[in-house]
């Protein structure tokens, strides 16, 4: 029995700096973000490295630091925090990307491989010429009833991400999109997440 798609669950929008999070407090996860990236305006600022709870929501209801210690679960960005890092706003949507409403539990072979996640985000901005235009980035976890139960949240699986942008051809404009799906179930099986 698979859980209700999140179309049929309570989800709490939650609005940043270029970027949405849609949080399914059940789960204590995002059950998707949306980013805009505009590729021409894009700054190079300094990584935060300070994690924080979002203070518009219960700590009930959102995975914080317990989650991730001790273990080899990384605390990975659902939007990568590069994405929205633009304009004059570029610092505070960088600082924004750490709230723990934005991160999802990855194995951290996952999470940082060429092959696996990074490499995927690395691909999509690539692909799609994301230094020179906009484009909309859509990510999240693929939520089952059967996901493991560790610290009190269950862990995804599998991750999904689609990017949507826009190509000019003489005067025509077309919509490009492009989605993908990845699976960390063989990393998850490798790693120890007995309470």
């Not at 700054?43 to 709870?53: A, F, H, I, Q, S």
Request: proline fraction near 5%; hydrophobic fraction near 40%; avoid cysteine.
């Amino acid at each position: 029995l698979l859980e209700l798609p999140v179309a049929q669950r309570s989800v709490i929008q939650l609005d940043y700096t270029h970027f949405t999070v849609l949080l399914d407090p059940e789960r204590r996860l995002a059950a998707a973000t949306a980013v805009n990236i505009a590729g021409a305006e894009l700054v190079d600022v300094k990584p935060g490295n300070t994690w924080r709870l979002d203070k518009r929501v219960s700590e009930e209801e959102q995975a914080g630091p317990e989650l991730y210690a001790k273990n080899d679960l990384d605390r990975g960005h659902l939007v990568r925090r590069r994405d929205p890092a633009w304009g004059d706003e570029a610092k505070q949507a960088n600082v924004d990307t750490f709230n723990y409403t934005n991160a999802a539990p990855r194995v951290a072979a996952f999470n940082h491989s060429k092959g696996l996640w990074v490499g995927l985000e690395d691909h999509v901005l690539e692909h799609s010429g994301a230094s020179q235009r906009r484009l909309s980035v859509f990510t999240g976890p693929v939520f089952r009833a059967d996901d493991g139960l560790y610290r009190g949240v269950r862990i995804p699986r599998m991750f999904w991400k689609v990017a949507a942008w826009t190509v000019l051809a003489g005067d025509t404009e077309s919509l490009r999109a492009a989605g993908f799906v990845l699976d960390q179930s063989p990393l998850l099986a490798d790693i120890d997440l007995r309470e």
